[in-house]
């Protein structure tokens, strides 16, 4: 039915030859006991009733999968142990995060970008006490929200540390304490992850810190030293930099943003960066450190072997991925195993070797992103529910929170060239674009990769203002299997940020009108 939208012949029939988009699955018929009955089941079980579907984790996977089966009438519980519903990414993650990104941005922007638009500032102070207590607002508003859809949608709300006695019961110890335990016929396991630690450092969330310690800092450090050029590192990283601190990140790998970020955007948001103050030490690995006195101190040396020297700094921040978090969750009392990356292995259908038992989110394949997360719980529901279910993994988009931002959905260059495929490139920059020009804000550009042949959209990356806005657009379009004419033939309203997408998209197949 979408070959019908493709404007062009040679479009049409590549999108029919080259469609990727997940097939919906046929769910088993272990799940079908469960039709015809689902809507006569609302409200609470009793304490000795089964409950259709036990949840453990109420992380971004477990509480939308627990709302989503609430509204198809199943009964529901969701163990959480933190005692605050949202997991990582609302509690100490990408919720409290943004807050501080954003507001560091506000800072930032007043003490260096008023003047040149005509704004006279006085004498002005950071107040990071305040700053704190407005992201501990958001967070706390956010999760008494999921609180309430749990009681919308009768899901039974247990706080406690949750682990298999059997495998169909969970035995809760509670957060308040005591015991219980709860049976379910159907368990799903999203006990998220965890930040993977750094060997010979330990973490004390003061000195050494993860992701959860840099939210929470008491005062802005004189130097951080960032171990790891990812997502998280830089987001982090550019707060503290913002805020006044000397940052330096130190990455192992040729390039910062990890290795989904496309080359040519890693280049461009490092430059940005570095102009904003941050330094970086690529393809250098730390080879030990010491947190012993007043300080930290690293060695550190080229990746490859070198010279070797010795760094300094108040707080260092160990941002080196994440980790699938199983601990405690008695997976040996059902024979469940994971894999060498402590992974949970799942089918296509997020069912373990044992058919009842569901595994979604961070402790199973994947990216490890919270929208992920969801669409997995709602897919996973379906396929209890209605024997299908669908998430694209190929069209899942990556956002870096820092400004600018950088996005990103599809594949990048480099894994196009690996795998062989003749692909083309349109780019075009913001500082081209007439509201990024108004804003005063035009670091950054718009970069489409298509099929040479076909024109279907292989991957769109993004550095620039609201860039995390736009690739919704993008992911749109890769999902549907659009070409880059589609998107370039569709109307944009002027002048807007999202005319740079338009106009990359032209260069792609053509030539954009205002470069």
């Not at 469960?34 to 984790?57: C, F, M």
């Not at 040519?264 to 030490?281: A, H, R, V, W």
């Not at 260092?316 to 469940?336: A, D, F, K």
């Amino acid at each position: 039915m979408f070959s019908r939208l493709l404007p062009r012949t040679v479009a049409r029939g590549a999108f029919q030859a080259q469609n990727q988009t997940p097939q919906i699955l046929r769910a088993s018929p272990v799940t079908s006991h469960l039709q015809g009955r689902i809507s006569q089941r609302r409200g609470y079980a009793t304490p000795s009733e089964e409950k259709d579907l036990v949840i453990v984790g109420g992380g971004v996977a477990g509480y939308v999968a627990a709302i989503k089966a609430g509204q198809e009438g199943l009964k529901v519980a969701c163990v959480e142990k933190r005692g605050s519903l949202g997991g990582t990414c609302l509690n100490v993650g990408c919720i409290p995060s943004k807050s501080l990104l954003n507001n560091s941005h506000l800072y930032h922007q007043i003490m260096h970008d008023t003047k040149n638009r005509g704004i006279d500032v006085g004498d002005v102070k950071l107040n990071l006490e305040q700053m704190m207590k407005a992201k501990e607002t958001s967070v706390s508003g956010l999760t008494k929200g999921i609180e309430f859809l749990f009681k919308k949608n009768n899901v039974e709300y247990i706080k406690g540390t949750g682990s298999f006695a059997d495998e169909h019961t969970i035995q809760v110890n509670l957060v308040d304490g005591g015991e219980t335990s709860v049976r379910g016929k159907n368990i799903f396991i999203a006990t998220g992850s965890e930040s993977t630690p750094f060997p010979g450092l330990e973490i004390d969330e003061k000195k050494v810190i993860t992701s959860t310690g840099a939210i929470a800092l008491k005062e802005v450090p004189k130097k951080m030293i960032v171990i790891g050029g990812g997502i998280i590192g830089l987001e982090m990283g550019s707060v503290w930099s913002r805020l006044g601190s000397e940052v330096t990140v130190v990455e192992f790998l040729g390039q910062i943003g990890g290795p989904g970020m496309d080359a040519e955007i890693s280049k461009n948001i490092q430059k940005t960066l570095g102009k904003q103050g941050m330094k970086f030490m690529l393809n250098t690995k730390v080879t030990n450190g010491d947190a012993s006195g007043e300080g930290v101190k690293l060695d550190v040396e080229a990746a490859k072997g070198g010279k070797a020297q010795t760094l300094d700094a108040d707080v260092v921040l160990v941002s080196i991925g994440r980790r699938p978090y199983t601990n405690g969750l008695g997976l040996e009392n059902i024979g469940l195993e994971t894999d060498n990356r402590g992974r949970l292995v799942i089918d296509s259908e997020y069912r373990t070797k044992i058919p009842h038992i569901r595994v979604i989110g961070d402790c199973t394949f994947g990216p490890m992103l919270a929208h992920k997360a969801e669409e997995e719980a709602v897919a996973a529901v379906e396929f209890l529910t209605k024997n299908y279910g669908h998430v694209n993994y190929n069209a899942i988009p990556s956002v870096m929170y820092t400004h600018p931002e950088v996005a990103w959905v599809g594949q990048n260059e480099a894994e196009l060239k690996e795998a062989g495929v003749n692909y083309k490139v349109g780019t075009f920059p913001f500082s081209a674009n007439s509201r990024a020009k108004t804003n005063l804000d035009t670091d950054g550009i718009v970069k489409f990769i298509a099929d040479a042949e076909t024109d279907r959209i292989l991957g769109i990356h993004i550095v620039g203002p609201n860039a995390g806005e736009m690739i919704a657009e993008g992911t749109l379009a890769l999902e549907y299997g659009a070409s880059t004419e589609d998107v370039g033939r569709t109307s944009h309203a002027h002048p807007t940020l999202a005319e740079a997408f338009k106009e990359a998209a032209m260069a792609t197949y053509g030539k954009a009108i205002h470069y």
